[in-house]
């Protein structure tokens, strides 16, 4: 049974730090493109930042020179460290895997975490 569980949201004022932490189970952890999304009121879900398999990271522009993710294949997490966060930042913000073998793609989600920032 594939399982995620998300942890690290909650409420911080403006130019504050949080860290996200996504633990894995039931995946080939290794096998997996880890990535970080989040979704405002009213807005379509938006890709953070991603680590491949390899340990190659992307980031939005958005996001760029604030958040870093990370991944750890012996504890089968990934990490977002967002720092100097915005209002704007303020999203539910889910953990995915994704898999592509045999031209089958797997694709897995967490149940998501909140993250405020605000004064």
């Known amino acids: 049974q594939v399982q995620f569980v998300e942890s690290g949201g909650g409420l911080v004022q403006p130019g504050g730090s949080l860290r996200l932490s996504c633990t894995t189970s039931g995946i080939i952890f290794r096998l997996y493109a880890m990535s970080w999304y989040r979704q405002a009121p009213g807005k379509q879900r938006e890709l953070v930042a991603t680590?491949?398999?390899?340990?190659?990271?992307t980031c939005a522009d958005s996001v760029k020179g604030r958040f870093a993710i990370s991944r750890d294949s012996n504890k089968n997490t990934v990490d977002l460290q967002m720092n100097s966060l915005r209002p704007e930042d303020k999203a539910v913000y889910y953990c995915?895997?994704?898999?592509?073998?045999?031209?089958?793609?797997?694709?897995?989600w967490g149940q998501g975490t909140q993250v405020t920032v605000s004064s």
């Open positions: 995915n895997a994704r898999s592509v073998t045999n031209n089958r793609v797997y694709d897995y």
């Open positions: 680590i491949t398999t390899n340990g190659i990271t």
